[in-house]
């Protein structure tokens, strides 16, 4: 059964830091891009930032310079370290794998990610 275990979510004050974690298993075809997403209530899903295999990055314009993206390939791991949070980071933040094309992908199940003022 695929999977993509997600962790480091929670609850912390503005200006605080948080790291996400994303382990990816048993996935049917070859992982080039892996990223993080996220969706605030009532608002729709956005990038946050993705990462390719070789190395290439791309963030959201909200988040450059205070989140970072990292992977492991050896290890189908992916990271976001979350610096200067701010309370419009607030929200449940997702991991998703794709293949080169983006054809193929999968979602992780989500996690919460809340920034108190």
């Known amino acids: 059964q695929v999977q993509l275990v997600e962790s480091g979510g929670g609850l912390v004050q503005a200006g605080g830091s948080l790291r996400l974690s994303c382990a990816a298993s048993?996935?049917?075809?070859?992982?080039?891009?892996m990223g993080w997403y996220r969706q605030a209530r009532g608002k729709q899903r956005e990038l946050v930032a993705d990462?390719?295999?070789?190395?290439?990055?791309n963030y959201a314009d909200s988040v450059k310079g205070r989140f970072t993206i990292s992977r492991d390939n050896g290890e189908n791991t992916v990271y976001l370290q979350m610096h200067s949070l701010k309370p419009e980071d607030t929200a449940v933040y997702y991991c998703n794998v794709a293949d080169a094309s983006r054809v193929f992908s999968v979602w992780g199940q989500g996690t919460q990610v809340t920034v108190s003022s």
């Open positions: 990462i390719t295999r070789s190395g290439s990055t």
């Open positions: 048993r996935i049917m075809f070859s992982i080039n891009v």
